[in-house]
């Protein structure tokens, strides 16, 4: 069974389009969050939630709002997408927010022509 | 600011020869200490974490980590490398005043066989 699970792997979309992310897990874990790896591999974290509220909201503009509708799902919706949106979005979950380690979804690599 | 950094970002290996790859971090409170390994087209593996107690820790494949707290460092250390190691591996940084997992940068590893 899948930990962490996030659909879809591959996404290609045109800019200004607005697109989803989905994310499960099935660890029973409190807290998930999104990263962005850019392409340069660089991870940075953009938001993480626990037990569906938002407790880290980095610099990341609005057009990206996620949605936790149950502590096992956090989904990420982006609007009016940029080309600079391109990268690959990495979903995490950890069980508590200390003396934990995360657990990573296979990620969602979004290309925006 | 919370941050994390890796001094190699690409490591060239041949085979059986010793790893060490650097990371530093600068926050003076308590610290989780990770070391995640992505292999090519996957997603982000824990190798080793350290929570507390012996700073030297052991992993999976063979990697081990020292946490030096003097130095704010945590480097990882393998004796002898095999192509299979060939991945992208990131330092992380969990602060329990944050809340957040920082990542370095990354470092490239690439073993020659």
């Known amino acids: 069974d899948t930990a962490v699970s996030q659909t879809p792997k591959y996404l290609v979309t045109q800019m200004g389009n607005d697109k989803s992310i989905k994310c499960e897990q099935n660890l029973g874990h409190d807290t998930m969050y999104w990263y962005k790896q850019d392409s340069k591999k660089f991870l940075k974290i953009m938001f993480s939630?626990?037990?569906?509220?938002?407790?880290i909201n980095e610099t990341v503009p609005n057009r990206f709002s996620p949605k936790s509708p149950d502590k096992a799902h956090l989904n990420l919706h982006i609007n009016s997408l940029e080309l600079g949106d391109s990268a690959v979005y990495f979903c995490?979950?950890?069980?508590?927010?200390?003396?934990?380690?995360?657990?990573f979804g296979q990620g969602t690599r979004l290309t925006v022509v | 600011a919370q941050s994390v950094s890796q001094h190699n970002h690409h490591v060239i290996l041949s085979e059986a020869a010793s790893l060490e790859l650097g990371c530093n971090y600068s926050?003076?409170?308590?610290?989780?200490l990770f070391w995640y390994v992505q292999y090519p087209g996957q997603h982000l593996q824990l190798l080793l974490k350290y929570f507390s107690g012996d700073p030297l820790v052991k992993g999976i494949k063979g990697f081990e980590a020292e946490f030096i707290k003097s130095k704010f460092s945590f480097n990882l250390r393998k004796p002898s490398v095999q192509w299979s190691d060939t991945a992208e591996y990131f330092c992380?940084?969990?602060?329990?005043?944050?809340?957040?997992?920082?990542f370095g940068q990354g470092t490239t590893l690439q073993v020659k066989p």
């Open positions: 995490a979950s950890s069980q508590e927010r200390e003396n934990t380690e995360a657990f």
């Open positions: 926050y003076g409170g308590t610290v989780n």
């Open positions: 992380a940084v969990f602060s329990s005043n944050t809340g957040k997992l920082i």
């Open positions: 939630y626990n037990n569906k509220e938002l407790i």
